[in-house]
């Protein structure tokens, strides 16, 4: 149930209507005062400002669409724009193919209560430390003389070092799968602990195998951890640019490390341009998750 | 205690033991359930029904003991290969599937490749006879609490099992459906003839159902019996006490009475037993006439039952005594609150466990 039914439910109880909807609105008041003052308010703004008129030093409020124009019709942006969305999709596959065997594993196969909280905080301490060691960390380890080349080559698997896996798609790829797999792993583990031990049992009497539960019964009903993690990542991961930065040596330039240099250069009006665009995506993107599953019936 | 291990049963346990650390939940259970047979199984709570239905259905592996199904020794085999169909106390539906899908499922799942039309035909016939026709799209959130615990026993019965274990099947029903169900079951048994081991922490519900009913104690069988003859001659105080109609005393036997803190009672059967005590139902009881054995308590309060109405009585050390007069006996006596009355009974109608 949502928080807005419930408030509605608790009105019903009072008979007079016109205190009724003023009680209910005084309740969500804050709420929306936040909201405009903070996101509405802004996003206007920046939806305003990319019509603006953009000259080296300056930007006045002259309405144009120049910047709309320099944006589209830049092999450079529009590239960077398929780029976010390639890393996009690349790094929530990974997540789901890293992350979900994880949440199987800690929210259906480990039975005790206990354990199940540490190997999820476990997953949480990565998160002790800033983000910025986090991802350099990454560095030693893909290097042309990092971690796995010294180890692939002591163990005779490679001659040469394997250049390829850092400063590359790949390295950017390997390092959000890393920090944002955690937001997969929990809303799907929450989920898996939800089901009835007994549902699974019924459906091994019935004669499922193990791959058919999971494909038939376990996975149908994590479907909603899934769009809740995936909305996570998305988000994430489409506003992303530190990591790209740190690890691809600015040879992978998201939209976001676009907004950083244009924003760097007081360049407002290219910036909210790529701005509104980054957030119709990530609008777009959640409206689709949210078809898959009616959350709200399922949480 | 009597083992009740036949030749040719549809199931057979042989020493059936589990423990839970230290503590045994089942001790050496050996019984066996003939085909087309309806067998209830009551015991309080915490005695290890759901344990023992677990183990025979292959959700809990035994430590010692045997468990065959129609002969074929099955304790180490995985449960979709015993042939057993469990029926779950909570129901256990598949939440995101309808009503035909949750009864399909175990026909979708058989190696043996059936074709859809085959498996909607038998999923058509088997929601036909627990009475479901038409309710096929819906979602099982969709349904009422009787309408699950069929889909629930449609899903199972549908692959055909050797043997269906019921959980408390009616557990989770109000009083009214329960009465229901309770004859739904049974002619949905008769039809197929297929054992039912049906598990019940209500006396009546076993009594009724059971064709063959087993009083579980502690993990151990107290009685395995027909219902009559447990009703009848329980074995022991503790059966006598889960079967709710007997008014059980402590005290010891002393020459030809059974002594109790209420006074001495004249023996008449006797039944050998563990532990003493002396058993008399509450329908024997009567404040009439004195019928030759009884004991002085003090009127507490009356409950009305449709058919018959029960009187509480309170012995001066405080043990509640309960007399059951059936209606059909004409009007009930008219009682005064705190007044002593003298509660008595033929000798004959009280079990004295020696
Ligand atoms: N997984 C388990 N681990 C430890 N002890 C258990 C486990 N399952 C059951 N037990 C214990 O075994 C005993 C029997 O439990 P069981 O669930 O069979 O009782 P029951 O007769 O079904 O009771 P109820 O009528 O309340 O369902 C209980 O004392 C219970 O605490
Ligand atoms: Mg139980």
């Not at chain 2, 309080?44 to 029904?49: D, E, L, N, T």
């Not at chain 2, 109609?245 to 006797?270: E, K, M, W």
């Amino acid at each position: 149930m949502t928080a807005t039914e419930i408030i509605v439910e608790a009105a019903d109880a009072t008979p007079p209507r016109s205190t009724r909807s003023v009680g209910a609105y005084l309740l969500i008041a804050p709420a929306i005062v936040w909201m405009t003052l903070f996101l509405v308010v802004p996003m206007a703004m920046i939806v305003y400002v990319s019509f603006w008129t953009q000259t080296t030093f300056k930007i006045e409020p002259k309405l144009t669409l120049d910047s709309w124009q320099t944006f589209f019709s830049s092999s450079t942006y529009i590239s960077s724009l398929w780029t976010t969305v390639r890393i996009w999709l690349t790094v929530l596959a990974m997540t789901f193919l890293v992350g979900y065997p994880t949440a199987l594993f800690v929210g259906l196969f480990v039975k005790n209560k206990t354990l199940q909280t540490t190997l999820l905080v476990l997953c949480v301490i990565p998160f002790w430390t800033s983000f910025l060691i986090r991802v350099l960390a990454w560095r030693p380890m893909l290097g042309k003389e990092g971690a796995i080349n010294i180890l692939l080559m002591k163990a005779g698997i490679i001659q040469q070092p394997i250049e390829a896996l850092l400063f590359t798609d790949l390295s950017v790829v390997i390092g959000m799968t890393q920090i944002y797999v955690v937001f997969m792993v929990g809303p799907i583990a929450f989920m898996l602990g939800r089901i009835d031990p007994n549902i699974l049992e019924a459906a091994r009497d019935l004669g499922a195998g193990f791959w058919r539960i999971l494909r038939k019964i376990i996975f149908p009903l994590s479907l909603p951890g899934v769009v809740v993690g995936a909305i996570f990542v998305s988000v994430m991961v489409l506003g992303e640019f530190a990591t790209s930065a740190a690890l691809s040596g600015r040879k992978v330039n998201l939209l976001g490390n676009i907004i950083v240099t244009q924003v760097g250069s007081l360049k407002w009006a290219l910036a909210s341009v790529v701005g509104v665009i980054l957030t119709f995506i990530m609008g777009v993107v959640i409206a689709g998750l949210l078809r898959i599953v009616d959350l709200k019936k399922e949480l | 205690m009597r083992a009740h291990v036949a030749e040719g049963s549809v199931l057979r346990l042989e020493q059936l033991t589990k423990r839970f650390g230290d503590r045994a939940a089942l001790d050496k259970i050996s019984f066996s359930v003939n085909s087309g047979e309806y067998v209830s199984l009551l015991g309080p709570s915490g005695s290890g029904k759901t344990v023992l239905l677990r183990a025979i259905a292959g959700f809990e592996a035994p430590e010692e003991g045997r468990v065959s199904i129609v002969g074929e020794d099955v304790t180490r085999k995985p449960p979709h290969l015993r042939g057993i169909g469990f029926v779950f106390q909570n129901f256990a539906l598949f939440p995101h599937l309808s009503v035909f899908d949750n009864v399909a499922f175990g026909l979708r799942n058989g190696g043996d490749k059936r074709t859809e039309s085959d498996t909607r035909r038998r999923t058509l016939e088997m929601l036909d006879l627990v009475g479901l026709n038409g309710l096929e799209t819906r979602g099982v959130h969709q349904i009422s609490g009787g309408q699950k615990q069929r889909v629930a026993l449609a899903r199972t019965l549908v692959i055909k099992p050797k043997l269906v274990l019921l959980d408390e099947p009616l557990g989770a029903l109000d009083a009214n459906l329960r009465m229901r169900m309770r004859v739904e079951l049974r002619r949905i048994r008769e039809r197929l003839g297929i054992p039912f081991l049906h598990v019940t922490g209500s006396e009546s519900e076993a009594l009724a159902m059971g064709d063959r009913l087993i009083v579980l104690d502690r993990g151990a069988i107290s009685q395995f019996g027909p219902p009559g003859e447990v009703y009848e001659h329980p074995a022991n105080p503790n059966v006598a006490k889960f079967l709710n109609c007997y008014n059980v005393f402590d005290g010891s036997v002393q020459g030809d009475a059974f002594v109790t803190n209420h006074g001495p009672i004249p023996l008449a059967r006797r039944v050998a037993s563990s532990t003493p005590a002396y058993a008399v139902r509450y329908d024997r009881l009567t404040t009439r006439a004195d019928a030759g054995a009884g004991l002085s308590a003090a009127y507490i309060a009356s409950e009305y039952l449709g058919s018959a109405i029960m009187h509480f009585f309170e012995t001066p050390d405080g043990k509640v005594v309960e007399l059951e007069h059936h209606l059909s006996n004409g009007p009930p006596d008219a009682y005064e609150a705190g007044r002593t009355y003298r509660l008595s009974w033929r000798p004959e109608d009280g079990i004295a466990f020696v």
